[in-house]
């Protein structure tokens, strides 16, 4: 009773705090600074009046307003570093996904570029292939052209070699055939010469004859 009698001109004087803690009650939330700071106050004050006042009541019900505040505090902390763990965490986020997204543009300017590489080198090799074919074909025509040539001067050398030795045979044979002529020709001439000398002296010899008849 006595307690009760020694608490109640604090309790009247608190009024107007309870008041005022009743319309910020209403008003914001548990969470918001406003409000904690008004709980730590209204806690520490009821714990030391009720400490001063000898009245575990009023002790208990600051502790426990300390107690929730703390514990709102605490709440409050933790969602604030799960918030920037969070905001970190999208950050690490973005900046992986950037990460990515630049190995990705590089890997396909990477694809992109070995493509375009890869399309160089096989035109260059095929320039090489063509260019190959053409001298090696040049080369198979020009010893083509070669053989061809040898053999056209072989055979137009064949070819002249036996006209040569053809005319040089007919111009033997005719020049045998002329020698022969020449010899016939001189022989019917002494054969003919030898009838006239036989036709002379038998002429002579019927002379002769005819004279020593005569005698």
């Known amino acids: 009773m ?19 803690d009743a319309n910020v009650a209403r008003r914001l939330p548990q969470d918001s600074a406003a409000r904690a700071t008004l709980d730590r106050a209204m806690g520490t004050v009821d714990s030391l009046a009720g400490s001063l006042l000898g009245n575990p009541g009023i ?4 502790a426990e ?3 929730r505040s703390a514990k709102l505090a605490r709440a409050a902390r933790l969602e604030e570093e799960a918030a920037v763990r969070r905001e970190q965490a999208a950050k690490t986020a973005a900046a992986g ?12 300017t990477k694809a992109a ?32 052209d ?12 064949r070819k002249k070699a036996t006209t040569s030795k053809a005319v040089a045979k007919k111009t033997a044979a005719q020049k045998d055939a002329k ?14 010469e030898a009838r006239a ?13 005819q004279e020593r008849k005569d005698g």
């Open 2 to 20: 006595i307690r009760t009698l020694i608490a109640l001109p604090y309790e009247i004087a608190r009024l107007p705090l309870a008041v005022v």
């Open 59 to 62: 002790a208990t019900r600051g």
């Open 65 to 67: 307003r300390l107690d």
């Open 97 to 108: 996904r950037q990460e990515a997204e630049r190995k990705r543009a590089a890997a396909q």
């Open 113 to 144: 570029k070995g493509l375009e590489e890869a399309d160089v080198t096989e035109a260059r090799r095929k320039q090489e292939a063509t260019a190959r074919a053409k001298k090696a074909a040049a080369t198979k025509k020009a010893a083509a």
């Open 146 to 157: 070669k053989t061809a040539a040898t053999k056209k001067a072989a055979a137009t050398q």
């Open 179 to 192: 020698s022969e002529l020449e010899q016939a020709r001189e022989t019917k001439a002494a054969a003919a």
């Open 197 to 209: 000398d036989a036709d002379r002296l038998e002429q002579l010899a019927e002379a002769k004859k």
